[in-house]
C-alpha cells in the first residue's frame, strides 16, 4: 500500500480531533531518546478535559510518517487512557 502524505494537513485534522473537542498535550514531543503520550477518552467516555472518544488506531497508523511507533498503551483513569510513541531505537 502506497503512503499517505497528510503533511499538507493540520495535526488537528489528521488526529480527527473535532471542532469543540479538547485535547491535552503532556510534554514536549519525543526528543531523542524519550517517547511521547498521547492521552485519549476512552470509548463511551469523556476525559476530564471535556475530551470525547478518539480512536488510539487512528493514531498509531499516523506515527511512521512522523518518525515514531507506539510501543506501550495504559489505562491512565477511568475515563482516559493513553498511548506512547517512541523514536525508533534504529533511528535515535
Do not use: F
Not at 74 to 90: D, K, T, Y
Amino acid at each position: 500500500m502506497p503512503e499517505k502524505d497528510y503533511s499538507h494537513r493540520a495535526v488537528v485534522d489528521k488526529l480527527g480531533v473535532k471542532p469543540g473537542a479538547a485535547v491535552r498535550v503532556v510534554g514536549g514531543g519525543a526528543g531523542a531518546a524519550g517517547g511521547m503520550w498521547v492521552l485519549t477518552a476512552k470509548r463511551g467516555r469523556r476525559s476530564a478535559s471535556g475530551m470525547d472518544y478518539l480512536n488510539q488506531s487512528d493514531v498509531i497508523l499516523l506515527g511512521p510518517a512522523a518518525g515514531l511507533v507506539d510501543n506501550k498503551s495504559c489505562s491512565v483513569s477511568e475515563q482516559e487512557s493513553g498511548l506512547r510513541s517512541v523514536i525508533r531505537l534504529s533511528e535515535r
